[in-house]
Nanobody, 122 residues
Framework: QVQLVESGGGLVQAGGSLRLSCAPSRRTFSNYAMGWFRQAPGKEREFITAINWSGASTYYADSVKGRFTISRDNAKVYLQMNNLKPEDTAVYYC?????????????????WGQGTQVTVSS
């Protein structure tokens, strides 16, 4: 079992930045692909970005491309969010997949964090 703990959410004005972190409980996460998803009230969970086990391969949803950056080190996965917009307001979730290969669909992830709220005011 792998526990994922997100942090870094909060309230920010439009145009501002936030950096989310996800800390897996198991060191073997270095062999896992990781992803970030978000869910706004009344909407389905949405894929944002994913990264493969080594960090060499990433993928972004069109809605965040050029504004968000996913990265990882030996301990955590990060989501740097710049030029935030009110439509980015959502609960953000970190997910881990027991595979080195990144995917963009939520059912293919094996572990999920509890989520962290991001609110962007206009």
């Amino acid at each position: 079992q792998v526990q994922l703990v997100e942090s870094g959410g909060g309230l920010v004005q439009a145009g501002g930045s936030l950096r989310l972190s996800c800390a897996p409980s198991r060191r073997t996460f270095s062999n896992y692909a990781m992803g970030w998803f978000r869910q706004a009230p009344g909407k389905e969970r949405e894929f944002i970005t994913a990264i493969n086990w080594s960090g060499a391969s990433t993928y972004y949803a069109d809605s965040v491309k050029g504004r968000f950056t996913i990265s990882r080190d030996n301990a955590k996965v990060y989501l740097q969010m710049n030029n935030l917009k009110p439509e980015d307001t959502a609960v953000y979730y970190c997910a881990a997949r027991v595979s080195r290969v990144l995917v963009i669909t939520s059912p293919r992830y094996d572990y999920w964090g509890q989520g962290t709220q991001v609110t962007v005011s206009s």
